[in-house]
């Protein structure tokens, strides 16, 4: 059972005895207070502030966790955005500079640790892809046009990968074709391919 599990169960738990011990409580004071109206009244209005304390703590205590929950979610896909956007980066980089260095190497080994914690299963095996191709085409620490033409296929692979990850519910909800962006971000990267 989990932490916020167990907290749960026993917020209910004594929220459960509250309520119970209080009604028989307030129920003994009303019976009491039987001689006096005035008096009833007032154990009433007890009862029903006090109901309504309970209701509105239960339901802060939900609107903040959902609150919180929410953030959290934000606040991970901006660190993946952001990690994302640092890789296609380095390889725009990379492919301009023409020239391969150890320097480059090490950025994208670095970059790997860093999806390593964030991305995808989909985004890890395409970006592998992606690693293999990119040491073929640049063994001779060159990136020469049909290597270029080869990483941006592989490139455009592992975007619609990111794509996915990053907003593909977002596209379900919305019905969106997935082969359609697929193939749609397949043909824009070829379009510009000399």
């Known amino acids: 059972?989990?932490?916020?599990?167990?907290?749960?169960?026993?917020?209910?738990l004594l929220s459960s005895i509250v309520v119970v011990g209080g009604y028989w409580f307030l129920r003994y004071a009303y019976h009491v207070a039987d001689k006096a109206p005035f008096?009833?009244?007032?154990?009433?209005?007890?009862?029903?502030?006090?109901?309504?304390?309970?209701?509105?703590?239960?339901?802060?205590?939900?609107?903040?966790?959902?609150?919180?929950?929410?953030?959290?979610?934000?606040?991970?896909?901006?660190?993946?955005?952001?990690?994302?956007?640092?890789?296609i980066d380095h390889i725009q980089q990379v492919m301009l500079g023409g020239d391969v260095d150890r320097e480059d190497r090490i950025r994208l080994r670095i970059l790997a640790h860093k999806l390593a914690i964030v991305a995808a299963p989909d985004v890890l095996q395409q970006f592998e892809y992606l690693v293999e191709r990119f040491t073929n085409v640049t063994r001779d620490n060159e990136v020469a046009q049909e290597d270029v033409d080869v990483l941006m296929e592989e490139l455009a692979k592992l975007s619609v990968c990111i794509r996915k990850d990053l907003i593909g519910d977002l596209d379900d909800r919305q019905g969106i074709d997935q082969e359609k962006v697929t193939r749609q971000i397949m043909e824009?990267?070829?379009?510009?391919?000399?």
């Open 188 to 194: 824009n990267s070829d379009a510009f391919g000399e």
């Open 39 to 87: 008096s009833q009244e007032i154990v009433l209005i007890i009862l029903g502030a006090i109901i309504t304390m309970l209701i509105t703590a239960l339901l802060l205590n939900k609107q903040t966790e959902v609150e919180l929950k929410k953030e959290e979610s934000i606040k991970f896909i901006e660190l993946k955005t952001g990690i994302y956007i640092q890789l």
């Open 1 to 12: 059972m989990s932490k916020l599990a167990r907290e749960n169960l026993i917020y209910l």
